[in-house]
């Protein structure tokens, strides 16, 4: 018979064991750190409402801080025969204390330990994200200071458009990255509050000091209604998915202009060697396959939140066993993008750009509307300047020979990376990673 909580006594059908546990022992893993915090804020409080005597509180907290430390250093283990994390941790304090470890789920519900255990590792996850974004964004604006007067040209429809710099181009993709880090701390709003104590999803008799759980965990507030708070799962993965889309739609961009700029037609970069790969029939070539892949998997993370909505969207309230697929679209999620920002920025740190782009003969016309700008400035209407150009550019006889003069705030000439870099940091001191970390140490002291 396999170790579950919800165990009446009965033998149950292998095969039906096997379907709906599916993936949890192996995904469960990543929980476990997060569910044994948990589980040691649950007991203190319990302890502190007079649910649980000190001395079995004291026996209990060394055990779990041992299984925590275990879980941090990937010792952490779900036997076959156990259906969760939630089982395992139980099974192994009752094995060592015996009915002592029985009661830790006094005024408690897998259904509100689980989702205490997902906030808390998004939470931890959301972290790790914020640090890669914030490196990469540094890493943008520091080659958009260095390359700020190499111009490029700038592209509509794929046609040849306006002068642009790799100042403005890199500099794009980090105030991009500060939109995306917004959504970020969206989604850490959205994750940082307490289920714990909703139980199964319609509260409990037992005189519960959910406030006191909230503080040990570090939450910025509670998920009030219990109800409420059952309704949140599956909502707080699509929201994080969707933060995590904003962030993969500005990489794979990113990305996407790296092969484009990267290409003998445009010319404008070359990608570290290592980034590149060979042909097997073509002496010549050098694939930019690593960016193709960011491309690829970042548009595959676009597609989280979508997956999230189709597998909840029509449930109602209450608990429903669909939310454990969630998991396995979910917890990927993390690694995923993470690489993609490591990779990004190892690869931005290590790109050539071309100094002289702009020199040839074929984005000639890219000057057009700088033209048009000296003759308003010389008393021409703009619509009898902008003829007068389309004529000369129709006939052949354009030429541009002036200097740019681009001074407004965001231009070539004006980047306002000193305020792009100015919002960011005060977007990620808003997330109060301190707090956080005060908290779990003080739980874990």
Sequence with gaps: MANKLWDKGYDEDARIDAFTVGQDRVLDLELAPYDILGTMAHITMLEKVGLLPKADLEALLPELKALYSSAMEGKFIIEDDVEDVHSQVEL????????????VHTGRS????VLVDLKLYARARIEKTVLKVESLFKTLLQVSEKYKDVLIPGYTHLQVAMPSSFGLWFGAYAESLSGDMTMLKAAWDVVNRNPLGSAAGYGSSAPLDRELTTRLLGFDDLDYNSVYAQMTRGKMERAVAFAYSSVAETVGRLAY??????SQNFGFLKLPDALTTGSSIMPHKKNPDVFELVRARCNKIQGVPNTVRLITGNLPSGYFRDMQILKEVFFPLFDEMDSCLDIVEYAVRGMEVRTDAMSDPKYKLAFSVEKVNDLVAEGVPFRDAYRQVAASI??????YEGTLSHTHEGSIGNLCNDRIASRMEGLVSSFGFGKVAAAVSDLLA
């Excluded at 192994?92 to 009661?103: A, C, P, Q």
């Excluded at 129709?394 to 030429?399: L, V």
């Design 92 to 103: 192994m304090l009752t094995r060592k204390l015996g009915d002592i470890g029985k009661k």
């Design 394 to 399: 129709a006939d052949g006889t354009f030429d």
């Design 110 to 113: 897998r259904n509100d330990q």
């Design 257 to 262: 202009d790296g092969c484009l700029y990267s």
